[in-house]
């Protein structure tokens, strides 16, 4: 009777102790829900683990500027950090990957243990515009940079805050206050080295970084918030899939089982 009691303590304790919670962020144009493969990749693996998708800024509400993103999903998402005294988990789906490590740059107080960045535009996006196109007039994407290096656009639209024209880096540098700010680059008009250090100090209070992408994903990634510090303590983690439908990453089994589950204890 008390080895059953005893069995019985160490299956509760390991259900509600083993697993730090996972906070989940959608990408552009999804609904919160269509995250529920992913998480229930999540629950079957580790039963018992406590997620909250965030349900903010869904569909065409995703299109919001990110730095109005940053501050609401923070505010949303610090007492879930808050209950959970071990740390969280978070993964961050296409712009939501992005979104996120803005977060965790502009927030001093987080506790995330493993940051997935699950195929986000980390570096910017140029190119491929097509979901797009029913939103804006049509326009090449060499073009683009015209409209969204502007003040206008810059807050309208969250692409226009990616938006990374090797072209036009002197308009990337003056007119975008995201990307380039939170990649913390000098050539910025937006820099500040008291912000440089303190998003890098941050960022650096995860414990893993897990990059996820495809091969055309950008594989170089600016040292500036971090990353160099990250890999020398080895808490850098790469992982490459080709063949991967930018809207099947969450759904992918294989993906969660090589890259995502390792990570989320
Ligand atoms: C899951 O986490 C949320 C946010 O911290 C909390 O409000 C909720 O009570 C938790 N649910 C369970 C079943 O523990
Ligand atoms: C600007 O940043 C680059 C790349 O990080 C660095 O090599 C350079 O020394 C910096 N310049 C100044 C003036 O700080
Ligand atoms: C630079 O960043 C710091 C910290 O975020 C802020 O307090 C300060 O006002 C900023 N300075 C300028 C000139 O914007």
Redesign the pocket.
């Known amino acids: 009777m008390a080895k059953l009691h005893f069995l019985l303590l160490f299956s509760l304790t390991s259900v509600s102790f083993c697993y730090k ?1 996972v906070i989940i962020v959608h990408g552009i144009l999804d609904h919160a829900s269509d995250m529920e493969d992913l998480a229930s990749f999540i629950t079957q693996a580790h039963p018992g683990t ?1 997620i ?1 998708l965030v349900k903010l800024f869904q569909e065409l509400e995703s299109f919001t500027p990110l730095w109005r993103q940053v501050s609401a999903i923070t505010a949303t998402i610090r ?2 950090m808050q ?2 005294k071990d740390g969280v988990h978070i993964i961050g789906f296409s712009q939501g990957g992005l979104t996120t490590r803005a977060i965790l740059e502009t927030m001093d107080d987080h506790n995330v243990d493993s940051f997935i960045s699950l195929s986000s535009p980390q570096m910017g996006q140029y190119g491929d515009t097509s979901f797009l196109r029913p939103f804006l007039p049509s326009i090449a994407y060499k073009d683009i940079y015209i409209l969204f290096y502007t003040a206008y656009f810059q807050n309208k639209l969250s692409v226009a805050n990616y938006w990374n024209d090797p072209f036009h880096e002197d308009l990337n540098n003056e007119y975008n206050i995201f990307l380039p700010v939170v990649n913390s680059l000098n050539s910025s008009k937006f820099f500040n080295v008291t912000a440089k250090e303190q998003y890098k100090k941050n960022f650096l209070r995860i414990n893993n970084l897990v990059l996820i992408g495809g091969p055309d994903d950008g594989v170089y990634l600016e040292d500036t918030f971090g990353l160099h510090s990250l890999d020398e303590r080895g808490s850098l983690h790469r992982y490459t899939f080709s063949g991967v439908h930018h809207t099947h990453w969450h759904g992918t089994k294989k993906v969660f089982v090589e890259a995502i589950e390792p990570w989320l204890t």
């Open positions: 919670p406590n909250t007492p879930v209950n959970a």
